[in-house]
Nanobody, 114 residues
Framework: QVQLVESGGGLVQPGGSLRLSCAAS????????MSWYRQAPGKARELVAF????????DIPESVKGRFTISRDNAKRTVYLQMNRLKPEDTAPYFC???????WGQGTQVTVSS
C-alpha cells in the first residue's frame, strides 16, 4: 500500500521557520524524484521544491528561492522541506508528491500569522 504522510505543519509567526517531513512507504522511494506543492484557497497548485531521486539535483522556484530548501534521506524514506523567513502568503496546505510514480500525500497545513 502506497503512502505519503506529511507532518510538521502548524501555525507560525511571520519570519519564523518550519520543517515539513514526508514519510514514504509502499514503493521504491530511492528511485523516485520527489516534490513539494502548495495550494492556497482560490489559487492554482504551485510547485515549491523538487529533488531528484539521488538528491543531487534540486530545483526551487523564484517565488520561494532563498527561503525554502528541499532534502531527502533515502535510508529513512523521507523528504523534507525547510521553510525559513515565512510570510503570510506562504499559508496553504503543503503536499508531497512522488514525481516518478505520481503518488500524492494528504497534505499538512501551514499557517503564517501573527
Amino acid at each position: 500500500q502506497v503512502q505519503l504522510v506529511e507532518s510538521g505543519g502548524g501555525l507560525v509567526q511571520p519570519g519564523g521557520s518550519l520543517r515539513l517531513s514526508c514519510a514514504a512507504s509502499g514503493f521504491t522511494f530511492s528511485n523516485s524524484a520527489m516534490s513539494w506543492y502548495r495550494q492556497a484557497p482560490g489559487k492554482a497548485r504551485e510547485l515549491v521544491a523538487f529533488i531528484s531521486s539521488s538528491g543531487v539535483y534540486t530545483d526551487i522556484p523564484e517565488s520561494v528561492k532563498g527561503r525554502f530548501t528541499i532534502s531527502r534521506d533515502n535510508a529513512k524514506r523521507t523528504v523534507y522541506l525547510q521553510m525559513n523567513r515565512l510570510k503570510p502568503e506562504d499559508t496553504a496546505p503543503y503536499f508531497c508528491k512522488s514525481e516518478t510514480y505520481a503518488y500524492w500525500g494528504q497534505g499538512t497545513q501551514v499557517t503564517v500569522s501573527s
